[in-house]
């Protein structure tokens, strides 16, 4: 009889043993309806999960042991909560004792309609290239032993409208993505590192900025920004100067004015807009960015031609300045990566946001790349990045 204890003591750890990784989680239904949360909304904290289920298809990262798509709990700029999605990979193999250290992964900019969030990627989608490029990055990554997640954004996929470049919206949805899959995955450790490329490494920025208080659970080990946005109330000047069709700047400004919209609607801006810009903007909602380039659509408008000549910005300048990572203060370890032949975020800007982020007394690993154009920037970084985030994840 003096055995039995022991004997049940013994079939107590082979169950704890056999017990698996994923904590209770709740099945999400499949197909679009996945996107759409349950009324009212689950959980009680930002970073709660609402469901989940397996993702297939082009956003599952091929080096994973196991993709999840994830809905989940987070907090808009108004202080509602809301439901935004994402997505879990986790190496193959057995976790390390302290868990396998985290990489929350912002993208680039993809468009505000719900069909370009990264988590809808196919190859036959408008957003594919701008999801596609990274990917071997992020299966690197999981080879490496790191888990990946990644958020589509506040509003992108999901109920709502992506405010575009709006930093604290970004910064959150990078933050709570984490406190999903850590409650998804009971494997995953509570260190971990942000990083992020063009639109992203505006959101990476935003996420080590927020960290301390946001999630202070977490212990942000560094962050990797690759090509950040960054001045984007200065580009204002650059809009009004350019008078041939725009393309992807007219596109991407076209975006910002969509999301800047959602965020601050007392500033009125489709009052400020001239009538051609007027008769395409609903396109924002509805086009990715390739398709919003396009010459039918905003790209075919020189950005001179999105406002009118006697609208007063200075309201628009002051809440763009709102959401300017130069104006951050980052307490952890940050590199950034630069290319030097990028078009789309120019080398002298970053120049600029690394020194204001230096003289605020943040710690920045600031390397550059010669004839390194805007998206070749996470293929020629990639070696400095991944031994960056080596050294902060031991």
Known sequence: ????????????????????ASAKVRSGPVGEAFYTPPTPLPGKKHGDLIWARKLTGEPALKSAGK??????????TDGQPIAVSGTVSVPKGK??????????????????????????????????????YVYPLLNRWLKAGYAVVRTDYQGLGTPGTHEYLVGRAEGRSTL??????????????????????????????????????????????GT??????????ELLSVVRASNSPGGGLSGEAALIARGLD???????????????????????????????????????????????????????????????????????????????ADSTVFPALTDDLVKQLRGRGSKVDYKTYDGVSHGAVVVSAADHATKYIKKRLK
């Open 176 to 221: 709570d993505v984490v406190r999903a899959a850590r409650k998804f995955d009971t494997h995953l450790s509570n260190r971990i590192a942000i990083s992020g490329h063009s639109q992203g490494g505006h959101a990476a920025l935003w996420g080590a900025a927020l960290a301390p208080k946001w999630t202070p659970e977490l212990k942000l080990r």
């Open 262 to 340: 959602d965020f601050k609607p007392g500033l009125n801006l489709p009052g400020l807009f001239t009538d051609k810009f007027t008769a395409l903007y609903p396109e924002a909602d509805t086009k990715c960015l390739p398709q919003l380039s396009e010459p039918d659509s905003v790209g075919g408008l020189a950005p001179s031609e999105l406002f009118r000549s006697d609208a007063d910005l200075g309201p628009l300048v002051t809440a763009l300045d709102l959401s300017d990572p130069e104006n951050l203060t980052i307490k952890s370890p940050l590199a950034v990566e630069q290319g030097g």
């Open 95 to 132: 976790a390390p004792k302290r868990g396998w250290p985290v990489i929350t992964y912002d993208h680039g900019t993809t468009g505000i309609a719900d069909q370009c969030a990264p988590s809808k990627d196919a190859v036959d989608n408008p957003a594919h290239p701008y999801n596609a």
């Open 67 to 76: 993709n999840e798509l994830v809905l989940y709990r987070s907090v808009g």
């Open 1 to 20: 009889m003096r055995r039995y204890p022991a004997v049940l003591a013994i079939l107590a750890l082979i169950l704890v043993a056999a017990a698996p």
């Open 224 to 233: 990797v920004a690759f090509a950040p946005a960054s001045h984007i109330s």
